[in-house]
């Protein structure tokens, strides 16, 4: 169990530009999700994927982000036209799928993105 | 909607000293609850959670939590805090049984241990 990885740790990027990031999960994990931190606060939710589908997105998901999990197993969050309000940390979590809300969440180190 | 409150942005605290965190939530059905550490620069980490069973939920590095679902409140203790407990500590919630996963957050507590 080598835990969540994400790459890049850092993105600095210049305002209209588009990045992409990565998530790997903890391998025998079904459940994948993005989160987004800015300074201060607590994480906020964005999406979350059992296997390849993906199940929710926030109303923070605007139509600028894309996410994908295409095999079921690592996850990539696209920002298109950056723009300076998108200036936070991206953090993934991956579980292992249990009853109800129960699933226990484990965070990878984060994404910090700015935009310039 | 759930949301969660956590009170206190920030705790100073003399090293060996007792410490509680703060943390109340609102929700029209029932909820899982969480508490997760965050050093800096760093993803968050579990320290304990309560699904069930006995409201006295013991956790990682001597943290333990009590939910009390009167009071709709989760509060988190240390007897004893040490220097590396500084930290931002994060209360979270998810629902029961709806079919959504995503963890409502708290706002944060830093914890600031002093020597």
Redesign the interface.
């Known amino acids: 169990d080598t835990g969540v990885s994400q790459n890049p740790r850092h993105k600095i990027t210049k305002r209209g530009q588009n990045v992409t990031f990565r998530c790997d999960p903890i391998s025998e994990h079904n459940r994948l999700y993005w989160y987004r931190q800015t300074l201060g606060q607590g994480p906020e939710f964005l999406t979350y994927f059992q296997n390849e589908a993906q199940l929710e997105k926030s109303r923070l998901l605007s139509d600028r982000f894309s996410a994908e999990r295409p095999k079921g197993s690592f996850s990539t969050l696209e920002i298109q036209r950056t723009e300076q309000g998108d200036s936070a940390m991206y953090l993934c979590a991956s579980s292992l799928a249990h009853g109800g809300g129960r699933d226990t969440q484990y965070f990878g180190p984060g994404t910090r993105l700015t935009v310039l | 909607a759930q949301s ?1 409150t956590q009170l206190d942005s920030q705790v100073p605290v003399f090293e060996e000293a007792p410490v509680e965190l703060r943390c109340n939530y609102s929700s029209s059905v029932s ?2 609850l ?1 508490w ?1 550490v965050q050093y800096p ?6 320290l304990l ?1 309560y ?1 069930s069973g006995s409201t006295l939920v013991k956790g990682i590095n001597g943290f333990e939590a009590e939910f009390n679902k009167s009071q709709t409140s989760f509060h988190l203790r240390k007897p004893s805090v040490h220097i590396s407990d500084t930290a931002e500590y ?1 209360c ?1 919630v ?5 079919g ?9 507590t830093r914890l600031q241990v002093q020597p």
């Not at chain 2, 620069?41 to 579990?46: A, D, I, P, R």
């Not at chain 2, 959504?100 to 708290?106: I, K, M, P, Q």
């Open positions: 969660v909820v899982y969480f997760y620069n760093q993803g968050l980490q579990l959670k699904l994060f979270a998810s629902l029961y049984d709806t959504r996963r995503a963890l409502t957050f708290g706002s944060g």
